[in-house]
Nanobody, 124 residues
Framework: QVQLVESGGGLVQAGGSLRLSCAASGRAFSTYTMGWFRQAPEKERELVSTISWSGDTTYYADSVKGRFTISRDNAKNTVDLQMNSLKPEDTAVYYC?????????????????WGQGTQVTVSS
């Protein structure tokens, strides 16, 4: 069983920055693809970014490309999401997720474990 705990959410003005962090339990963290998703009110959960087990390969949704940066530290079992130039449309609950096998990592179904989420609110 893997437990994921997100932190770092909050309220920020448009143009500001936040750094989300996800702490994972378990010794197999370094083998997982990790992802960040978000869900705005009355909208479906959507993929924001992914990072491979080694950190060499990353993916970003078009809506955050150039503003968000995903990174991981396998020694600390953490994955972070640095969010810059935030916009009101980035307001959502952000979720960390772990995929224990590679495949389908660009959809929700590809992830086996989820955190409880952290709220990010960007005011205009």
């Amino acid at each position: 069983q893997v437990q994921l705990v997100e932190s770092g959410g909050g309220l920020v003005q448009a143009g500001g920055s936040l750094r989300l962090s996800c702490a994972a339990s378990g010794r197999a963290f370094s083998t997982y693809t990790m992802g960040w998703f978000r869900q705005a009110p009355e909208k479906e959960r959507e993929l924001v970014s992914t990072i491979s087990w080694s950190g060499d390969t990353t993916y970003y949704a078009d809506s955050v490309k150039g503003r968000f940066t995903i990174s991981r530290d396998n020694a600390k079992n953490t994955v972070d999401l640095q969010m810059n130039s935030l916009k009101p449309e980035d307001t959502a609950v952000y979720y960390c997720a772990a995929a224990t096998v590679y495949g389908g990592i660009y959809s929700l179904d590809g992830y086996d474990y989820w955190g409880q989420g952290t709220q990010v609110t960007v005011s205009s």
